[in-house]
């Protein structure tokens, strides 16, 4: 099952999800598509984790939600060690810490360790507990020998594991397992790996531990430049941590507001001041961007933009943009021009753009195989003359909504 040569991460999930599936490897909850998936032996690769010597001296444990994780959690809790379980997408907070009921049995335990359990017996640690973590668990899709880690494509566990570091929960030499099947062991290149990625350095599977003496290193925090305005607003606890790093003087500039390619005419508009701690950014109004009259004025093309080309007529902007997140090729800014079967995306850099273009390969829109390459050959012209969307905004932000005045947080 090892990936061929030129494939995006996205296509190394779709690989694994298939053959889990189509191998009747999957367990509840099924299908696993678009999941950490679950499989049939998930319990007997995790009877390995209270053996690690690394389980032995923890007394705090973080654990994924997830469901392959059920049996780790439950080790936790009948060795008497501090179990943490991060809140689902993080909409209430960072950390539950697992308390069961006063002499609880196996069985109970058992209940605890559920999503269920978690949800009955648990309370909530705040920003300020001063939470040491010994020991962290995070699902895979895939993950290599070398302990390089593919998840689901949504960046939480990532998130979380920046989080902490933030919080000072964890550190460099803190050590982080996964469980997973043997199926999801593969081999894949490091060049699809970022700075944010997360690496393991323990592989759990029903056959097998793998000490995997990764050499990478870990994430040193949140790189805000990889947070959008809209995960931003979901997540109150990361709002939190943006005002305490700002207010020690690191840059918490967000994804969105880093320079973006405008639509088709308009000019480029520099980065908008980060908005004060807690406050929804706020964006220009449709049409409040100025319009160049004539393509000698367009834009030069930046070298990290990329042309796809072949669009089908009736294409959506819509469906380009959940194709392009569905690779985990999301731009920095989009230039739609639709009625030319086009558009053009622009990336933070030039490897940035590359990596995108190596995920979109083989892209389709209905029956279309679009075109992806690079665009700087192509010439400033090909910007001029594009139908702007309507909205003139960048690529993840929402326009305030009607009434918000600027600043306020609307919490």
């Known amino acids: 099952?090892?990936?061929?040569?030129?494939?995006?991460?996205?296509?190394?999930?779709?690989?694994?999800?298939?053959?889990?599936?189509?191998?009747?490897l999957a367990d509840f909850p099924r299908p696993v598509h678009h999941r950490i998936p679950n499989f049939k032996g998930a319990s007997r690769a995790a009877e390995h984790f209270p053996r690690l010597q690394e389980f032995k001296m923890a007394r705090t444990i973080k654990v994924n939600p997830d469901a392959?994780?059920?049996s780790a959690r439950f080790f936790v809790l009948e060795s008497k060690k501090t179990l943490l379980v991060p809140t689902p997408r993080l909409r209430t907070g960072l950390f539950n810490k697992i308390v069961p009921p006063p002499g609880a049995t196996k069985d109970i335990l058992r209940k605890c360790a559920t999503s269920q359990g978690?949800?009955?017996?648990?309370?909530?640690?705040?920003?300020?507990?001063?939470?040491?973590?010994?020991?962290?668990v995070v699902g895979s899709v895939a993950v290599s020998e070398k302990g390089w880690r593919i998840g689901k494509g949504e960046g939480y566990a990532d998130l979380e594991y920046a989080m902490m570091v933030s919080m000072g929960a964890v550190s460099e030499g803190t050590p982080v397992v996964t469980i997973v099947h043997d199926c999801q062991v593969v081999d894949f290149p490091e060049?699809?790996?970022?700075?944010?990625?997360?690496?393991?350095?323990?592989?759990?599977?029903?056959?097998?531990?793998?000490?995997?003496?990764?050499?990478?290193?870990?994430?040193?925090?949140?790189?805000?430049?990889?947070?959008?305005?809209?995960?931003?607003?979901?997540?109150?606890i990361l709002r939190s941590l943006r005002c305490r790093e700002k207010q020690a003087g690191k840059d918490v500039s967000l994804q969105d507001e880093q320079w973006h390619l405008p639509e088709s005419g308009s000019r480029q508009t520099a980065p908008q001041a980060a908005a004060p701690c807690g406050a929804h950014p706020v964006h220009p109004a449709p049409g409040s961007l100025q319009r160049e009259a004539t393509s000698s004025q367009a834009l030069a093309l930046p070298a990290a933009t990329v042309y796809v080309g072949n669009l089908p007529q009736d294409a959506r902007v819509?469906?380009?943009?959940?194709?392009?997140?569905?690779?985990?090729?999301?731009?920095?800014?989009?230039?739609?021009?639709?009625?030319?079967?086009?558009a053009f995306l622009t990336y933070r850099d030039l490897a940035s753009a590359q990596r995108a273009i190596s995920c979109l390969q083989g892209l389709h829109l209905g029956a279309s195989a679009l075109r992806v390459e690079l665009a700087q050959h192509r010439g400033a012209s090909d910007l001029a003359g594009g139908r702007a969307r309507q909205e003139g905004r960048p690529w993840h932000c929402p326009?305030?909504?009607?009434?918000?005045?600027?600043?306020?947080?609307?919490?």
């Open 1 to 24: 099952m090892e990936p061929r040569a030129g494939v995006s991460k996205q296509d190394i999930r779709e690989k694994i999800w298939d053959y889990l599936e189509s191998q009747n």
């Open 68 to 70: 392959p994780q059920k």
């Open 118 to 136: 978690v949800r009955n017996y648990s309370v909530p640690i705040g920003l300020d507990s001063q939470v040491c973590v010994d020991l962290v």
């Open 191 to 236: 060049e699809l790996l970022e700075d944010h990625d997360l690496t393991v350095d323990y592989i759990l599977t029903p056959t097998r531990v793998i000490a995997t003496e990764c050499v990478r290193p870990k994430p040193k925090g949140i790189t805000w430049s990889k947070i959008s305005c809209e995960m931003l607003e979901k997540i109150p």
């Open 318 to 342: 819509s469906e380009l943009k959940g194709a392009l997140r569905g690779r985990g090729a999301a731009p920095l800014g989009l230039s739609w021009q639709g009625s030319q079967h086009r």
């Open 399 to 411: 326009l305030p909504s009607a009434g918000r005045t600027p600043g306020h947080s609307g919490l």
